[in-house]
């Protein structure tokens, strides 16, 4: 897949672990944030479940999760890769991260689309993800309905979970 300015979207190899551990680091608070561990954990059992927005070598911004047919999204699926199930019918979204020199530019709309049609095409029922209350408008854009308060406590923060219901073919 090929944007306007020869920016390609792609899935990661553990080749990328350094440079997305740095952007999750920027990205969101060290409580919030995942670790190298985490990512490289995840990289291990699902890279095809990394959508990354590049250009050249940098990677301007990544969208992580994974797909289970557990309906809600929890603490545990952050840290457990082995919570995977490829065939899952739900597509959870455990970070949207932009390098910060490329933010309020649209990579972020970009590449969630690209996620949105990825898991549409793949037969899921749909995608969930939290999120601060301030960043509910965003995805609200995307057709995602805030479903209240999640029982996510990740980093200490109050998060909203997010739904994307994709309609039956």
């Known amino acids: 897949m090929v944007g306007m300015n020869h920016e390609v979207i792609r899935h990661a190899t553990m080749d990328d672990l350094d440079a997305l551990t740095a952007i999750e680091a920027e990205c969101f608070p060290p409580a919030e944030a995942a670790s ?3 990512l490289q954990s995840r990289l291990l059992v699902y890279p095809d479940f990394f959508w990354l927005l590049t250009e050249g070598d ?10 289970t047919n557990r309906l809600d999204l929890t603490d545990d699926m952050y840290e457990d890769a082995s919570l995977h199930d490829p ?5 959870m979204i455990f970070g ?3 390098n910060p020199r490329f933010q309020h530019q649209g990579h972020a709309s970009t590449l969630m689309r690209a996620v949105i049609e990825d898991a549409r095409e793949a037969g899921r029922r749909g ?6 209350n301030r960043l509910i408008g965003f995805y ?5 309905i805030d479903e209240g308060l999640s029982s996510s ?4 923060v109050v998060w909203h ?3 994307l219901t994709f309609d039956a073919a």
């Open 58 to 67: 940098v990677i301007i911004s990544f969208i992580n999760g994974f797909a």
């Open 127 to 132: 995608m969930v993800l939290t999120c601060k």
């Open 153 to 156: 406590t990740h980093g200490n």
């Open 96 to 98: 949207v991260d932009t």
């Open 36 to 38: 190298a561990y985490s």
């Open 87 to 91: 065939q899952g019918e739900w597509q």
């Open 161 to 163: 979970q997010m739904r």
């Open 140 to 144: 609200q854009r995307f057709g995602f």
